[in-house]
C-alpha cells in the first residue's frame, strides 16, 4: 500500500494515517478481514506484516502546507525500484488516492507492468467519497491478493 505523503496529524503521531477521521484503518481492515480499526498501533503493523501487506509512501521530502495533497510542491520521489528489488515475492501494487496513483506510477516507469496495479479512492476524509463506495473498490485488495 503507497500512499502520497503522510499529513500534519500523521507526522505528529508519527503513524501512517494517524489522523482519526482518515478511514484508511477501517477500509483496510474491513477488506482484510482484521480489527485494524480497534487495534493500538503497534498491533495493526504487525497484523499488516501477518497479512504480507507493507506501507511506504511514493514521496520522501516535499514542501506543503496542511495535509492535503494539492498543496504538495517540489516533490522528492521515494526509491520506488530499491524497494521493489528488496521485494521479490511482491505482485500487487495499490495506491492509496489518485496522488499517489499518479506520482507512483509514473515514478515506477516500465516496472509497473509487472505488478498490478491498484489506483484505488483515497482513505482520506478530505475525500468525500462515501465509505461504502471506498470499501467496493477497496476489497479488490483480498480478490487481487488471492488470485496470486
Known amino acids: 500500500m503507497l500512499g502520497s505523503f503522510p499529513g500534519v496529524a500523521s507526522l505528529l ?3 501512517y494515517y ?4 482518515n478511514q484508511f484503518w477501517r477500509l483496510l481492515g474491513q477488506t482484510l478481514d482484521l480489527p485494524l480499526a480497534e487495534c493500538a498501533y503497534p498491533d ?7 497479512a504480507r501487506v507493507g506501507l511506504w509512501d511514493v514521496i520522501t521530502t516535499t514542501q506543503r502546507r496542511g495535509s492535503l495533497d494539492s498543496q504538495i510542491r517540489a516533490p522528492h520521489g521515494s526509491d520506488l525500484s530499491g524497494l521493489l528489488g528488496q521485494l521479490p515475492e511482491l505482485r500487487v501494487i495499490a495506491f492509496n488516492g489518485g496522488t499517489a496513483a499518479r506520482l507512483g506510477i509514473r515514478h515506477l516507469g516500465l516496472l509497473a ?3 498490478r496495479i491498484m489506483a484505488l479512492p483515497s482513505s482520506s476524509p478530505a475525500y468525500t467519497l462515501p ?10 485488495i483480498a480478490v487481487q491478493l488471492n488470485d496470486g
Request: zero cysteines; a positive charge; aromatic letters at 12%.
Open 13 to 15: 503521531a508519527q503513524q
Open 18 to 21: 494517524g489522523h482519526p477521521r
Open 44 to 50: 495493526r503493523l504487525a497484523l499488516l506484516r501477518s
Open 113 to 115: 507492468v509487472n505488478y
Open 131 to 140: 465509505f461504502d463506495d471506498k470499501l467496493v473498490a477497496w476489497r479488490e
